[in-house]
């Protein structure tokens, strides 16, 4: 993003009312102020797991006051933290160069949260051996996913101790760290600068849903190779995602999921 700031000076026509004049030349007001290349360039697909991180209560949260007193700070906190346990979680503890899967390729800050894109590659995997079949691909594939799933999961259930970490600092910073995942497709657009894809939307939709801190969607991902420690924690439903479908099937916290009230859970129905 690039920041368009000419000279500006003010003044009251007797016929016209109020108008600005600018010392800068107006085709200087374009689309490269988006800075990220070229719109036109050629574009191929990718497939991702898409994750999508809000803070709720944000907004909120940027009304106290003197909020630039507080709220640099605070992201500086937040995103160190987040960034550091997504290293963490993904290093096997016993060779710290040994990944469970693949850090994500792209981040973007969306002003209350962050997405993140992690690159889903079958064809890295089918290099690790030529002679596996394509039924132990696809297993190997879905736990790749898992593995990213479940560590997500636990960054957020972890928030609680970041906000503990750092109560001394802030007044009533966000209390809940949401998620939402999906897997799919998306296109860079402008040289691999940004992306754009339906599982993108679908992520952040999910990470709005309901009271819940924690959802992904069901398509593309197998809960039977999750590690057996997330059987229990994850149930499978049926719900409407407004604007992607009616009758869209996602995982929630089964923990979650008890503690709604009646009327929230009316909105979940079971497969």
């Not at 259930?157 to 998306?186: D, M, W």
């Not at 992306?195 to 952040?204: E, L, Q």
Request: proline letters at 4%; one cysteine or more.
């Amino acid at each position: 993003m690039n920041v368009f700031a000419p000279k500006y000076h003010y003044l009251i026509h007797p016929e016209k009312g109020i108008q600005v004049k600018i010392d800068e030349d107006l085709n200087r007001f374009n689309v490269d102020l988006l800075n990220i290349g070229d719109l036109r360039a050629p574009s191929k697909t990718i497939e991702v797991l898409s994750v999508s991180f809000d803070l709720e209560g944000f907004t909120t949260f940027t009304k106290q006051v003197d909020p630039h007193l507080t709220i640099p700070n605070f992201i500086s906190d937040f995103f160190n933290w987040l960034f550091n346990n997504i290293q963490y979680s993904m290093r096997d503890r016993e060779q710290e160069n040994v990944l469970w899967a693949e850090l994500p390729f792209f981040s973007k800050f969306m002003g209350d949260g962050v997405l993140f894109l992690w690159k889903i590659d079958l064809d890295r995997i089918a290099q690790i051996d030529k002679n596996l079949g394509s039924e132990r691909l696809q297993k190997l594939l879905l736990e790749f996913l898992s593995n990213v799933i479940t560590s997500v999961f636990d960054i957020c259930r972890g928030y609680q101790h970041f906000l503990k970490s750092v109560r001394t600092n802030y007044v009533e910073p966000p209390s809940k760290l949401r998620c939402g995942i999906a897997r799919g497709s998306v296109f860079p657009i402008g040289n691999g600068l940004d992306f754009v894809g339906p599982c993108i939307n679908i992520s952040t939709r999910l990470q709005k849903m309901s009271d819940l801190s924690f959802a992904f969607s069901a398509r593309g991902v197998d809960l039977s190779v999750f590690h057996p420690s997330y059987h229990e924690v994850f149930v499978k439903k049926q719900v409407a995602i407004r604007g992607i479908g009616d009758n869209e099937l996602i995982y929630i916290s089964r923990e979650e999921f008890d503690k709604l009230p009646k009327g929230l859970k009316e909105n979940f129905s079971d497969i």
